[in-house]
């Protein structure tokens, strides 16, 4: 009997290990794609409470009368679509990379309290009595050999709290833990063309400043002076778009010890084609170098201005009579009701707003500031 050679039985040994690789390699990928939820709520599981947790700061959010808020903000309301993204996006992550069972290497990956400690963040979602439902460590990102630095993340591991399996999932994940980005920031939208006329006054007196009364309707927005003088166009309108967008940065209870320090010295009062007015008081106090504005918001409904503005509308219409516009009257807007403004009161009614700088500086214009500059 012959004997093989030796180079033959390498070469079939490397055949059957490659063999044997491709199966492991197959059955390793088929695997790795049965991907699976991270996190399941029980059936009879309710969230009533968020806890997020990055180093030594934590932001509870929390369900009070059927909406979320801010427990560290006198239960003010949460942004409930950044909740909403929260929870969709914890509750639909897909995991289906396994890639460590030892727990001495859980700081490693940054999935446990130490890495937590240290500025990783843990997320818990909570029943109304404080008990965890679920929990979940948001660790280290896995990083790519890319020169960008913003752009070298390969995903990010992640481990649910209890179990002692950390993974690796193919997007990032982030939430903060400052409360003011949990803040219900949006608090009105009313646009330039339902602002009617705009007073300014100093407080607490309530003395004049000026006025401004906005121009016909149907026309391009502009502003002048009761007795018509010209005024600084952008500045004007810089102005009349105080309502416009008007965001927050945080708040504080009026009857707080820091709503109750606060000296309101300037008055903003927007009056609209809606038959309601804005009134816009504010506030500067200083911390530190750092000045920020709080405003104080009212909203009262008047019928005599809701008339008025329904006759202007009647003079324009009867002005434009028989020519091209007067195929075309204006409709008069639609008005806002007691019951409207009533609730938009009340919402305001407890709070102090700070208000950004570029949003202050529409509420702290003064006669000077609107002076017609000489060309």
Not at 47 to 52: G, M, N, P, R, S
Not at 85 to 107: H, I, R, Y
Not at 280 to 292: H, N, P, W
Not at 361 to 373: F, G, I, M, N, V
Request: proline share 4%; no cysteine.
């Amino acid at each position: 009997m012959k004997r093989q050679s030796p180079i033959f039985l390498l070469l079939g040994l490397f055949l059957v290990l490659g063999a044997l690789y491709l199966i492991m390699r197959d059955d390793d990928s088929r695997s790795s794609a049965e991907s699976r939820a991270l996190l399941q709520l029980p059936n009879s599981g309710s969230v009533e409470k968020i806890v997020i947790t990055e180093g030594e700061i934590s932001t509870e959010l929390r369900v009070v009368d059927d909406r979320w808020t801010l427990p560290s903000r006198d239960n003010y309301p949460a942004a409930s679509d950044k909740v909403r993204a929260l929870l969709l996006k914890l509750l639909n992550l897909q995991v289906n990379q396994k890639v460590s069972e030892k727990q001495d290497a859980f700081t490693h990956f940054g999935v446990d309290d130490a890495a937590v400690k240290g500025g990783r963040t843990r997320v818990s979602l909570q029943d109304a009595s404080g008990k965890e439902i679920i929990g979940v460590y948001l660790g280290e990102l896995r990083r790519t050999r890319s020169l960008d630095p913003m752009n070298s993340a390969a995903g990010q591991y992640v481990r649910r709290a209890g179990e002692n399996v950390v993974y690796l999932v193919p997007e990032t994940i982030a939430f903060s833990s400052d409360p003011v980005l949990w803040i219900r920031s949006e608090l009105l939208a009313i646009a330039e063309d339902h602002v009617w006329k705009i007073t300014q006054e100093k407080l607490p007196e309530h003395v004049l400043d000026f006025e401004l009364l906005a121009s016909d309707p149907g026309t391009p927005k502009k502003y002048n002076t009761p007795d018509r003088i010209e005024v600084e166009a952008s500045t004007a309108s810089q102005i009349g778009t105080g309502l416009e967008n008007f965001r927050i940065e945080d708040v504080v209870r009026r009857d707080s010890d820091a709503g109750k320090a606060l000296t309101f010295d300037r008055s903003t009062t927007y009056d609209l084609d809606t038959g309601q007015r804005i009134t816009v008081d504010t506030a500067v106090t200083t911390t530190g170098d750092k000045s920020f504005t709080f405003a104080r918001l009212q909203a009262t409904f008047d019928p005599k201005l809701l008339e008025e503005i329904k006759a202007r509308y009647a003079q324009v219409n009867e002005s434009r009579r028989g020519t091209e516009q007067g195929d075309h009257p204006l409709e008069t807007p639609k008005a806002a009701t007691e019951e409207e403004t009533a609730k938009l009161n009340a919402s305001f009614a407890d709070w102090y707003y700070r208000v950004p700088d570029f949003q202050a500086e529409k509420y702290r214009k003064t006669k000077d500031d609107l002076a017609k500059k000489s060309s």
